[in-house]
């Protein structure tokens, strides 16, 4: 019964032409946002900007669960109904972000390790009571010419393994997300070899440690160049390295890969996803969209539904620039999109 109930969630994550909004950023990156925008910020200003992207009227269409961060699934919308409830009376799951950050790596401190394991089961059932069905747990590894080192790689791996574990025992789907910076010169080539490094030390530990595949989602990073290479991969050889690297390092048993932007900018990202849905490469496994940045680049409903349909697309390989409508943004697609959390 637990286990079919993960499974029918998983699924439903990745539903035909629908993703996952990620708007769990913490609240010093959500601070960042609003003040660019002359906007203060203060739990209720957070609260009207987070429930401007859920009550985007359509958002359902293409959005199937969104990522909320604590502040956020303890908090009331403006019609007085707790905002996890909001999400779910439009159709769309109510996720949580469960990782307390990435901190130093001791022994190699210019590396880091995820934290939030010491009290995580009490802490899942919490979420659980307040409407969660889904949680991510980012993992972060950094390219330079000596990193990521075995150990920094292993931990990391280590800890999503057990994160996942406790997550299918409190009846919450765990989206498990390794991510491979895109910071940095790196070749595509270079990113392909640390993505599968990472990939392969990731699905060893969900292995080891018990963890159901049916009833999980991947949200792994794409294979790209690093941002100041100075030689920028195309859209698709983006998407065929991507899909060659998840081919070799994702089970079949996985329902669905739903990737991160990661810093792509918001086209760009969109692009990316429909090249690789668009591929003749068979895909065992959906292959969707958890965006951040690149679906909350430019605030607004109208640009957020704009944005989430595009992606909707995108999910089935059938996006086209005429989709952007007049003057595709290109300049956009020129930039990268910036405050991530640290
Ligand atoms: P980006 O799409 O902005 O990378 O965010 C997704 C996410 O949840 C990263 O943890």
Redesign the pocket.
């Known amino acids: 019964m637990g286990r079919q109930v993960l499974e029918q969630t998983a699924k439903e994550l990745v539903a035909e032409g629908k993703g996952i909004l990620?708007a769990?950023e913490t609240v010093p990156t959500v601070t960042k946002r609003l003040n660019a925008l002359n906007i203060e910020s203060t739990p209720d200003s957070r609260r009207t900007y987070r429930e401007m992207f859920f009550t985007t009227p359509g958002a359902a269409d293409f959005i199937s669960g969104a990522?909320l961060y604590d502040e956020t699934i303890r908090q009331k919308g403006s019609s007085g109904i707790p905002l996890a409830d909001v999400l779910a009376k439009e159709g769309i799951i109510p996720g949580i972000?469960v990782d307390t950050g990435a901190k130093p790596l001791a022994g190699s401190p210019d590396e880091t390790i995820t934290e939030g394991l010491d009290g995580l089961r009490d802490r899942l059932k919490e979420y659980y009571g307040l409407g969660a069905r889904f949680a991510?747990w980012?993992g972060v590894i950094r390219i330079t010419d000596t990193r990521p080192s075995p150990m920094c790689i292993d931990v990391n791996a280590h800890a999503l393994g057990r994160y996942a574990a406790l997550c299918q025992e409190a009846g919450l789907v765990p989206i498990v997300?390794p991510?491979v910076l895109m910071d940095g010169a790196h070749t595509i080539e270079r990113c392909e070899n640390v993505t599968s490094a990472v990939l392969h030390a990731v699905f060893d530990a969900l292995f080891t440690q018990g963890v159901r595949l049916e009833g999980m989602l991947l949200?792994p990073n794409m294979v790209i160049a690093g941002k100041s290479c100075p030689k920028q991969a195309s859209v698709n050889e983006v998407a065929t390295a991507t899909l060659r690297c998840l081919r070799r390092h994702v089970p079949a048993a996985v329902p669905g890969i739903v990737f991160?932007?990661?810093?792509q900018s918001d086209v760009v990202?969109t692009r990316h996803l429909n090249a690789i849905n668009a591929l003749a490469t068979p895909r065992p496994w959906k292959v969707s969209f958890?965006?951040?940045?690149?679906?909350q680049f430019k605030a607004g409903q109208q640009a957020f539904h704009h944005r989430a349909k595009c992606n909707g697309a995108a999910a089935l390989g059938k996006y086209t620039d005429v989709l952007e409508g007049k003057g595709v943004m290109v300049a956009a697609s020129a930039g990268m999109?910036e405050w991530?959390?640290d």
């Open positions: 990620a769990d990522i972000k991510k980012r997300e991510e949200k991160l932007s990661g810093g990202a958890s965006y951040g940045r690149a679906l999109t991530h959390d």
